[in-house]
C-alpha cells in the first residue's frame, strides 16, 4: 500500500467468532466513540455505561462533546478516537508537561483537539493527515475551543515530512510526544524517525495495538479483510516494540489498544 497518514481504526465489535455462523457479533460496542475491549455489559455496555457515563462525559469538554457528535455522523465514523481514549490522551500529556508534539493520523480531529486543550498556551501540535476535508470538518470545534493556533496541520504522507525533520539535526529530542493512529504497516517505519525527534524521556503512544482483538486469534479465525490484512502489521509492531531496548513500554486496552514508549536512549 502507499505511504499514508491517516487513521484506521477497527470497529471493536467485529472480532469475535462466535454466535452467528459468519465469525461476526454485533454489540453495542459498535457506537461511535464505545470501542473498548471491556466485555463486561455491567462495566461498559448497558446503560448507564458506568465507565463513560460515570468518568467520561460528564468532563469531557463541550468542544470535544460536540465534535464527537459531528463525528458519528460522519460515514468513516468508526476511525474516530473514543471518548475515553481521549481522556487519557489529555491527561497524559498534562501529566508529562508537554509543550511540543506531533500526531499522525488526524481524521476529524478529536484525539488532536483533547492534545490541543491540554498543552499550554505557546504550546503547538505538528499534525499529519493524507485528507484535510475531514481535518476541516471538525476544524470549528478546535478553533470555538481557542486552540486552532497551536495547530500546525500538514496534508499528505508522514514519512516525507519526518525525513525532512530527521534531516534537521535542531529538530532532534525536540518532541514531548507523539501519537500515532495512521497506516499500521508503516508504524514501524514511524517508530524509527521518531525516536530520533522524541527527546529521552519523551513518550510516543501508538494506537490500535489490539488490534480489534485479533492479535490474540489463530491465523485461520474468520476476519474482516482489512483487519486480516493489518494484522500481521500490529504483530510485528508489538514484538519489535517488546524487544527494543531504546525504549520502555505499557500497553493498555484503552480503545483499540494503546502502546506507550518512553524513550530512554
Not at 79 to 88: K, L, V, Y
Not at 99 to 105: N, V
Not at 121 to 137: P, W
Request: glycine share 8%; aromatic share 8%; proline share 5%.
Amino acid at each position: 500500500m502507499a505511504t499514508t497518514a491517516t487513521k484506521t481504526t477497527a470497529p471493536a465489535q467485529e472480532q469475535q467468532a462466535n454466535g452467528n455462523g459468519n465469525g461476526e457479533q454485533k454489540t453495542r460496542h459498535s457506537e461511535v466513540g464505545h470501542k473498548s475491549l471491556l466485555k463486561s455489559d455491567d462495566l461498559y455496555q448497558n446503560d448507564p455505561q458506568y465507565i463513560l457515563d460515570t468518568s467520561v462525559y460528564p468532563r469531557e469538554p463541550e468542544s470535544m462533546k460536540e465534535l464527537r457528535e459531528i463525528t458519528a455522523k460522519h460515514p468513516w465514523n468508526l476511525m474516530t478516537t473514543s471518548a475515553d481514549e481521549g481522556q487519557f490522551l489529555n491527561m497524559l500529556i498534562k501529566l508529562i508537561g508537554a509543550k511540543k508534539t506531533m500526531e499522525i493520523g488526524v481524521y476529524t480531529g478529536y484525539s488532536l483537539l483533547a492534545t490541543a486543550l491540554a498543552l499550554p498556551e505557546d504550546g503547538t501540535i505538528l499534525a499529519m493527515d493524507i485528507n484535510r476535508e475531514n481535518y476541516e470538518l471538525g476544524l470549528p470545534c478546535i478553533n470555538k475551543a481557542g486552540v486552532g493556533h497551536k495547530i500546525d496541520f500538514r496534508e499528505g504522507p508522514a514519512l516525507p515530512v519526518l525525513d525532512d525533520l530527521v534531516a534537521d539535526k535542531e529538530q532532534h529530542g525536540s518532541f514531548d510526544f507523539a501519537f500515532v493512529d495512521a497506516d499500521k504497516d508503516n508504524y514501524l517505519s514511524y517508530h524509527e524517525r521518531l525516536l530520533k525527534l522524541v527527546r529521552p524521556g519523551g513518550l510516543i503512544g501508538y494506537d490500535n495495538t489490539l488490534w480489534n482483538g485479533s492479535v490474540v486469534l489463530p491465523d485461520d479465525a474468520p476476519m474482516r479483510k482489512y483487519i486480516r490484512f493489518y494484522r500481521d502489521f500490529v504483530l510485528a509492531l508489538n514484538s519489535a516494540l517488546a524487544a527494543d531496548d531504546r525504549v520502555e513500554i505499557c500497553q493498555l486496552p484503552v480503545g483499540d489498544g494503546v502502546t506507550l514508549c518512553r524513550r530512554v536512549k
